[in-house]
């Protein structure tokens, strides 16, 4: 349904623990930053300055058309977009293909680098895991294209079908709350996870659609997958591990992180994300969500450099977790 069909609401149901029947929020956690603190950061904090261009040497990757048997491989596409393959399938996360992660198309973040794999070469898509709403994750002219060309399902959290649904054939949408799982072929399934976040398009939409990382099972192994969260004291790892196991691989966020007063909430560090790493028992881990937009004030490649400082102290060799650049591809080894 459309927002205005539900009075205003993306999502109508009963309340829960973390809805209250109009809005979705982090039991136990911390609410997202306000406007005072919004603008408190854009005008008082100065950003560091980035690069027009960041071009990466991977650029122009043509994946295979499929993988199957024990083999996985991660292909990044730029920031939180990557393709999955294992099992047979091609999945792709929070697809932006657009040159901006906005709502208009003449300001706004701006990629440095193009798109790690071109559209065109881009492999047949099974499904689409849509983890939120925010522009950076949530680009409704890249879903309109893969719905007109491969007609996949988009798998997506509670609310979200409201905003999508001019760009994707409602029938093709499949939404879930936490913990709800949803098969998608081939013996593999996809399980809402709880994670620390939240979600808007627009002033007056906060939290009305639900935030949520993945458990995505495959005959290849488990992968635990991260669009966006704060670290929430390890809660989102540890109890992913407790309900799951340890995955093959894990996909964690890594960028968009300072000032940290305003953005420890809701986007962790690479401190945390090893922490993460090693709460949940991972193999291997590629790191995202750095290196094309420039969304907060750390330099470009300082998530990559502070995520290799924090595996040396913590003694876990650089080659366990990796910060892809656009169109690198990782062959996730054997668990």
Not at 12 to 24: A, E, I, N
Not at 306 to 319: P, S, V
Request: glycine share 10%; hydrophobic share 35%.
């Amino acid at each position: 349904m459309t927002k205005d069909s539900k009075g205003g609401r993306y999502h109508s149901g009963p309340p829960s623990d973390h809805f209250d029947g109009t809005r979705f929020f982090n039991p136990s956690g911390k609410p997202p930053a306000g406007l005072t603190d919004l603008l408190r950061w854009k005008f008082r904090e100065k950003p560091a300055e980035w690069p027009r261009s960041f071009p990466s040497p991977h650029h122009g990757a043509r994946p295979q058309a499929r993988i199957g048997g024990p083999s996985m491989r991660i292909t990044m596409v730029g920031h939180a977009t990557m393709l999955i393959q294992a099992g047979g399938l091609n999945l792709l996360t929070d697809p932006v293909w657009s040159d901006r992660a906005s709502p208009v198309t003449f300001v706004g973040p701006k990629r440095v680098n193009p798109p790690g794999i071109a559209f065109e070469d881009l492999p047949r898509i099974d499904a689409v895991l849509l983890t939120h709403n925010h522009y950076d994750h949530c680009d409704l002219a890249t879903l309109k294209r893969l719905s007109d060309r491969d007609n996949p399902r988009v798998i997506t959290p509670l609310g979200n079908d409201a905003i999508i649904a001019g760009s994707v054939r409602p029938d093709r949408i499949a939404t879930g709350d936490w913990h709800d799982t949803i098969a998608v072929g081939n013996e593999a399934s996809v399980t809402f996870e709880p994670c620390h976040h939240w979600s808007a398009r627009g002033m007056g939409d906060r939290r009305m659609a639900l935030w949520a990382a993945f458990a995505i099972r495959t005959p290849a192994g488990l992968i635990h997958h991260i669009g966006d969260t704060g670290f929430h004291d390890g809660r989102p790892y540890a109890d992913f591990a407790a309900r799951h196991g340890a995955p093959r691989l894990s996909i964690l966020p890594i960028g968009a992180y300072e000032p940290r007063w305003f953005m420890k909430h809701q986007h962790q560090d690479p401190d945390e994300a090893v922490e993460g790493f090693r709460l949940s028992g991972s193999t291997h881990a590629v790191g995202h969500h750095w290196g094309t937009f420039q969304l907060t004030n750390e330099p470009i490649t300082e998530p990559r450099d502070r995520l290799h400082a924090a595996l040396d102290r913590n003694g876990i060799a650089r080659e366990r977790f990796r910060a892809l650049l656009p169109g690198e591809a990782f062959d996730v080894p054997p668990a």
